[in-house]
C-alpha cells in the first residue's frame, strides 16, 4: 500500500478526482482545504481541515499530525496580493526565495515544492496519483481539426510556449491566424468568455493549451474538462488543442462525449520542449 497522501486541494476538478482515486484503492489520505478556495463539497465526508491560503505553517502542522508521507497539488487558485494573502513566517521563506514573485507562478511553485520536499514530504504528481489523466496523442472524441484550425494550433503553440517561457500563462485562443488572446491571471475560462466578443465570422478559432517550458510537473499542469468544453462551444470556438503527455484531462470519456455533443474537437498534440525540466 502507498504512503499517507496529503492532498493540498485547490479549485476545480482535480481534488474531487485524487480523492475518489484515494477512496476506490483503499489509499489513506488527508485534505488540506483552502479557506475561499477550495468547494465544501470537495471534502464533504474526506479528512480535512481547512486553512488559510497563506497560514503554511498551520497546512504543515495538520499534516505531520495526520502521518502523510507524500503530498499533491491539486487545483488551482485565485492568486491574492501579498498584502490579502497575509502570509506567516514559513510562507514568507519560500516568497523570499523567489524575490517576492507572484502567486501561482511557476518559478514560486517550484520553491514550493522544493520547500516541502525539505521538510520532509515527497512531492507527486497528479498523474503519478491518478495514472489516466494525462491526454494522449491524438483526438478525443469523432471530430478531427481541418487544415485551417491545424495552422491555428500550430500558431498556438508557438505563442503559449513563448507566453509560458515569460512565466505568465499556458493558454491562447487563435482564430484564422489571429490570436484573439492569451491567458494572464484571469485563467481558462475568463480568457475564453474575453474571446468570445473577439470572435470574426468564419471558422471558430481554437484554445490551446501547453505547460510551460521547463515547468515543475508536479504543480499546476495545464488542465480541462468538460467544463472547458462547454464554455469553448458557448463561446463559438471550433476545439480544444493541448499537449500530449503535458495535460491534465478530467475524465477523458466524458470530455470526449461533451465534445462530440457539441460539435468541437479536442486534440492532443506534441509539443517540444528542449527547456530543462
Excluded at 493540498?8 to 488527508?30: H, K, V
Aim: charged share 20%; with cysteine.
Amino acid at each position: 500500500m502507498p504512503p499517507k497522501l496529503g492532498i493540498l486541494a485547490g479549485r476545480g476538478e482535480l481534488p474531487a478526482r485524487i480523492i475518489q482515486a484515494c477512496r476506490e484503492t483503499g489509499r489513506d489520505y488527508f485534505v488540506i482545504a483552502f479557506k475561499e478556495q477550495t468547494a465544501p463539497e470537495t471534502v464533504a465526508g474526506a479528512p480535512h481541515a481547512w486553512v488559510r491560503l497563506g497560514a503554511a505553517g498551520s497546512a504543515l502542522q495538520h499534516l505531520r499530525d495526520a502521518g502523510v508521507e507524500e503530498l499533491v497539488m491539486a487545483g488551482g487558485v485565485h492568486r491574492p496580493s501579498l498584502s490579502a494573502l497575509r502570509p506567516d513566517a514559513w510562507a514568507v521563506k519560500v516568497f523570499a526565495k523567489k524575490g517576492g514573485k507572484a502567486l501561482g507562478d511557476d518559478g514560486l511553485l517550484s520553491a514550493l515544492v522544493s520547500a516541502l520536499e525539505d521538510e520532509g514530504f515527497r512531492m507527486v504528481g497528479a498523474d503519478d496519483v491518478v495514472s489516466d489523466l494525462l491526454a494522449p496523442q491524438g483526438p478525443l472524441g469523432a471530430i478531427v481539426p481541418a487544415a485551417e484550425a491545424k495552422a491555428d494550433i500550430a500558431l498556438g503553440i508557438e505563442v503559449a510556449l513563448g507566453l509560458g517561457a515569460l512565466d505568465v500563462g499556458q493558454a491562447v485562443v487563435v482564430q484564422q491566424g489571429l490570436v484573439l488572446g492569451v491567458e494572464a491571471a484571469e485563467g481558462t475560462d475568463a480568457l475564453i468568455e474575453r474571446c468570445a466578443g473577439l470572435r470574426r465570422s468564419g471558422f471558430g478559432g481554437v484554445l490551446v493549451k501547453v505547460k510551460k517550458p521547463g515547468q515543475e510537473r508536479r504543480a499546476d499542469l495545464p488542465t480541462i474538462g468538460v467544463p472547458t468544453v462547454t464554455a469553448v462551444a458557448a463561446a463559438g470556438l471550433g476545439g480544444i488543442a493541448v499537449e500530449a503527455g503535458g495535460t491534465l484531462v478530467m475524465d477523458r470519456i466524458a470530455v470526449a462525449a461533451a465534445a462530440d455533443r457539441a460539435g468541437v474537437f479536442v486534440i492532443g498534440v506534441p509539443v517540444a520542449d528542449d527547456a530543462p525540466a
